[in-house]
């Protein structure tokens, strides 16, 4: 089983629809979980960050985590053809250790 | 975000020879800096653990004497492809995490190794 599983999709979404992506993790340890960015040939950026149960949202993104169901999601709302990437999905055990990334899921916003 | 930026960001070479890649925290001090690898349609696989001052964490399977990494100073650490096989060829990634932040981790740029 890996530790961080995310759907590697594609996800098909219609421009202007919600994009919901969806990472389960294994170390119930783990305490700090992020959502990256990544298109085509370039490195990840991060978008979120969560700590805590429950929802915390940026703009068009909101973050949802359920320690006890060890889940995280991720929504895009809106969703622009610019959103069109991969979504890395992370966990991580304390501040200042290393992260353990999913494998990543495809999106991509049709106009 | 705290800025870390890589060089170079394409390299062929051929096969035998040796290839650096160097990766810098631009804004903060990083007294550690993460090396992942990244094949294509694949996620990122960490290499190694770069500490300021002292030997790299290497994770299972990788191999130090292949990937060379040096970190002498608070803001550049380097990792050295030696004798460099096509195999080798792949996406490498470091990264930083922001000292003021929560644990998130920055990206440099990324540096595609092409062996030839």
């Known amino acids: 089983q890996k530790e961080v599983e995310q759907n590697s999709g594609p996800l098909s979404v219609p421009e202007g629809a919600i994009a919901s992506l969806n990472c389960t993790y294994s170390?119930?340890?783990?305490?700090?979980f992020f959502w990256y960015r990544q298109y085509s040939g370039k490195s990840p950026e991060l978008i979120m960050s969560i700590y805590s149960n429950g929802d915390k949202e940026d703009g068009r993104f909101t973050a949802q985590l359920n320690k006890a169901s060890q889940y995280v999601s991720l929504l895009i709302r809106d969703s622009q053809p610019s959103d069109s990437a991969t979504y890395l999905c992370a966990a991580q055990r304390a501040a200042g250790n290393k992260l353990t990334f999913g494998g990543g899921t495809r999106v991509l916003v049709k106009p | 975000g705290a800025v870390v930026s890589q060089h170079p960001s394409r390299v062929i070479c051929k096969s035998g020879t040796s290839v650096k890649i160097e990766c810098r925290s631009l804004?903060?001090?990083?007294?550690?800096m993460f090396w992942y690898r990244q094949f294509p349609k694949k996620s990122l696989m960490l290499m190694a653990t770069?500490?300021?001052?002292?030997?790299?964490?290497?994770e299972q399977g990788v191999e130090k004497d292949k990937f060379l990494i040096n970190h002498a100073s608070l803001t550049l650490s380097t990792l050295t492809v030696t004798s460099a096989h096509p195999e080798d060829s792949s996406f490498y990634i470091c990264s930083a995490r922001d000292p003021g932040g929560s644990g998130e981790l920055f990206f440099g740029e990324g540096s595609r190794l092409t062996v030839l």
């Open positions: 770069s500490n300021e001052g002292s030997k790299a964490t290497y």
């Open positions: 170390d119930r340890v783990s305490q700090s």
């Open positions: 804004d903060f001090q990083a007294t550690t």
